[in-house]
C-alpha cells in the first residue's frame, strides 16, 4: 500500500483538518466534531439540507456544502457510516426555522443512522426532519412492484444536490424543497466500470481483485459486485454498453433534454474521461437526446479506483432552472 498518508487511524481527521484550513471562510465544524460540517454562510429562514456517508468518495460528501447546494454534512470512516448522534449535531447547526431535508445514498447504515437522527431531531429538538434516499445505479436492482427503491446510490446524487440547493436557495419551503429532490433522484440513472481495486487505509490491502486486462462493468462504488466482469474493452465500446443500459432503464424521448455527469472514480485521467464524454455525446446525438449541460471530472471517487461512471439526467423546465442555478462551494462552482 503506497498511500500519502500518516497514520491510518487519523486519515480521516487529518484530511478534515486540511479541508478547513484550506476553506475557512466557507466551511467550519460543530458539536466539537471534525466530522460534523457545516457552511460558515448561513441563512436564515431556508430549509436546511444535509447529507452524510463513509469517506474516501472526495468530493462527495462534503465537497458540496456551500452557497446554493448543501448546509451540512457527517462523515463516517473510510466507506463507514456516521453515528445518528453527529448527524443531530449537523441538524441542530443548520436549521434555521424552515425545517431540514436529509439526502443521502440507498445504504443500510446511513439509512439506519439518518432515520435514528431524525426521530432525534423531532422528538428532542422539535426540528422538523424531512428524508429523500437516492438510489440510482442501474446496475442494482430496481424495486419490485412499485416496493421500496433497492439500487446503490452513486455519482447521481450530485444532481440531487444540485436541483435540491438551488430549490431552497430560492425560498422554497420544506415540501417543495423534498418533492424536487424526489423528482431529480426519480430522473437520473447511473452506470460505472472499474478497472482496478482501492485500499481502505486501515485494512491496508485492496478490496478486491481484478486482473491486469480485466474491467468490472457495473460496479459499486465500494466495490460491490457488478453485472459483469470480462476482458478490457475500446472506450467506445465500454460507453456504448453503459449509455444503453442507462437508456434501457429510463424513456427518453427524441427531443427530450438531459444533462450529462463523467465521473472519475479516483484514478481515471481527464484524458480518457473526455474520449468517454465524446461518445457519450455521439450516442445521444444520433438518438436526438439534446445534452443541456455536461460536467467532466471527479463528483464521487473510490478513493484511488480507476474507472469511471456515467450518468443522465432526465430534465425538464423545472429541473433545467435549478440546475442552472449558481452554486459555491469548496469543490464544485457554477455561475
Same mark, same amino acid.
Given at each position: 500500500m503506497k498511500k500519502l498518508m500518516n497514520d491510518a487511524e487519523n486519515y480521516v481527521n487529518e484530511m478534515l483538518e486540511g479541508i478547513y484550513l484550506t476553506h475557512p471562510d466557507q466551511l467550519t465544524f460543530t458539536g466539537d466534531d471534525l466530522?460534523?460540517?457545516?457552511?460558515t454562510q448561513k441563512t436564515e429562514g431556508k430549509v436546511g439540507i444535509a447529507t452524510g456517508g463513509g469517506s474516501g468518495h472526495l468530493p462527495l460528501f462534503l465537497g458540496y456544502v456551500g452557497r446554493g447546494m448543501l448546509d451540512g454534512c457527517c462523515v463516517g470512516d473510510v466507506f463507514q457510516s456516521p453515528?445518528?448522534?453527529?448527524?443531530?449535531?449537523?441538524?441542530?447547526?443548520?436549521?434555521?426555522?424552515?425545517?431540514?431535508?436529509?439526502?443521502?445514498?440507498?445504504?443500510?447504515g446511513d439509512i439506519f443512522n439518518f432515520d435514528m437522527a431524525a426521530e432525534m431531531a423531532d422528538m428532542e429538538e422539535g426540528i422538523r426532519v424531512e428524508q429523500v434516499v437516492a438510489g440510482e445505479d442501474v446496475a442494482s436492482p430496481p424495486a419490485k412492484d412499485g416496493g421500496k427503491n433497492t439500487r446503490r446510490g452513486v455519482a447521481g446524487i450530485f444532481f440531487v444536490y444540485k436541483c435540491t440547493?438551488?430549490?431552497?436557495?430560492?425560498?422554497?419551503?420544506?415540501?417543495?424543497?423534498?418533492?424536487?429532490?424526489?423528482?431529480?433522484?426519480?430522473?437520473?440513472?447511473?452506470?460505472?466500470?472499474?478497472?482496478?481495486?482501492?485500499?481502505?487505509?486501515?485494512?491496508?490491502?485492496?478490496?478486491f481483485e481484478i486482473a491486469e486486462d480485466e474491467m468490472e462493468v457495473g460496479m459499486g462504488i465500494?466495490?460491490?459486485?457488478?453485472?459483469?466482469?470480462g476482458k478490457m474493452e475500446s472506450a467506445?465500446? !465500454?460507453?456504448?454498453?453503459?449509455? %444503453?443500459?442507462? &437508456? $434501457?432503464?429510463?424513456?427518453?424521448? +427524441?427531443? @427530450?433534454?438531459?444533462a450529462v455527469l463523467i465521473n472519475g472514480l479516483g484514478a481515471t485521467p481527464l484524458d480518457e474521461q473526455y474520449i468517454v464524454a465524446r461518445k457519450v455525446h455521439q450516442i445521444l446525438k444520433e438518438k436526438n437526446i439534446r445534452v443541456h449541460r455536461c460536467y467532466?471530472?471527479?463528483?464521487?471517487?473510490?478513493?484511488?479506483?480507476?474507472?469511471?461512471? !456515467?450518468?443522465?439526467?432526465?430534465? %425538464?423546465?423545472? &429541473? $433545467?432552472?435549478?440546475?442552472?442555478? +449558481?452554486? @459555491?462551494?469548496?469543490?464544485?462552482?457554477?455561475?
Open positions: 466530522r460534523c460540517l457545516v457552511t453515528s445518528a448522534n453527529q448527524m443531530l449535531e449537523v441538524t441542530k447547526q443548520i436549521d434555521s426555522g424552515a425545517g431540514v431535508l436529509y439526502i443521502y445514498g440507498n445504504y443500510n440547493g438551488a430549490a431552497a436557495a430560492s425560498g422554497k419551503d420544506l415540501s417543495q424543497v423534498k418533492r424536487i429532490a424526489e423528482k431529480a433522484a426519480s430522473n437520473v440513472r447511473t452506470m460505472g466500470v472499474a478497472l482496478t481495486p482501492c485500499t481502505v487505509p486501515r485494512v491496508g490491502h485492496p478490496g465500494h466495490g460491490e459486485p457488478g453485472i459483469r466482469r467506445d465500446q !465500454i460507453t456504448e454498453e453503459m449509455v %444503453d443500459k442507462i &437508456l $434501457k432503464d429510463i424513456s427518453y424521448e +427524441p427531443g @427530450d433534454e438531459t467532466v471530472g471527479e463528483y464521487v471517487t473510490s478513493i484511488e479506483m480507476a474507472g469511471l461512471s !456515467i450518468s443522465l439526467l432526465k430534465l %425538464d423546465e423545472e &429541473l $433545467k432552472g435549478y440546475l442552472d442555478a +449558481p452554486a @459555491d462551494t469548496p469543490f464544485f462552482k457554477q455561475v
